[in-house]
């Protein structure tokens, strides 16, 4: 398995938090990363143009893949909020990532893909057939054969779950990224480096006081509510 000649790091549901963003893309700096693989979820959360233009920006080439998250937040930009899966208490929030955005923004993120290649790896938001499908580490492996059936890569990088891990399904290698804004497992913003044929799951420090500034004077309606 390689995911390429380079160093790649695989950054999943940023969520809106630049400072953990910015921690872990001055680690990324640090180690020689050459590449990177954003999985979807920069948005929604409380600096969503701050995140994309940091990310548009960066000297290394950056491949992106949208998210549910992304799909929800045009679809409130549009004003077509029936049908939406988000519960009614969170939809002020996705109303707002939406006016956040501007028309760059927008055209940029409609032009990303559900999922990407990168040498013998596949990455996806959820799994490859859904940007919202919710598996762990514990799901039976019988529950998700079908999930996963065509794929011709040796590895899957995954997000959604916000909680990292590494397991198998049938002949494939699953790894899930973790999250680097909004990690349910612990409070360092999560990543997966990869280098040739070694994965690794790695955790960043960052300040959560300066985040939670951030946040608070960003006007995000989640904050503090």
């Excluded at 028309?103 to 859904?130: K, M, N, Q, Y």
Aim: charged share 30%.
């Amino acid at each position: 398995m390689s995911g390429g000649d380079v160093r790649l790091a695989a950054l999943y549901d940023i969520h809106g938090n630049l400072t953990a963003l910015e921690a872990v893309l001055k680690e990324v700096e640090g180690i020689g990363v050459g590449q990177i693989v954003v999985g979807g979820d920069v948005l929604p959360g409380p600096m969503p143009r701050e995140c994309l233009d940091v990310l548009r920006t960066l000297p290394v080439p950056v491949a992106c893949i949208r998210g549910n998250g992304e799909r929800e937040c045009l679809q409130y930009r549009r004003g077509v909020e029936e049908g939406s899966a988000v519960p009614e208490r969170y939809r002020p929030m996705m109303r707002w990532v939406g006016q956040q955005l501007r028309d760059e923004d927008v055209e940029w993120i409609e032009s990303w893909p559900l999922t990407r290649t990168v040498g013998e790896v596949l990455f996806c938001h959820a799994t490859p057939r859904s940007d919202a499908e919710m598996f762990t580490r514990e799901t039976p492996e019988e529950n998700l054969v079908e999930a996963f059936e065509g794929v011709e890569a040796e590895v899957v990088v995954c997000g959604h779950t916000h909680v990292q891990f590494d397991r198998r399904v049938g002949r494939l290698r699953v790894v899930n990224a973790g999250s680097v804004g909004m990690p349910f497992a612990g409070r360092e913003a999560e990543w997966l480096l990869i280098e040739g044929d070694r994965l690794e799951l790695r955790k960043t420090w960052y300040d959560l006081e300066v985040a939670a500034e951030r946040m608070r004077a960003s006007g995000y309606p989640e904050v503090g509510g």
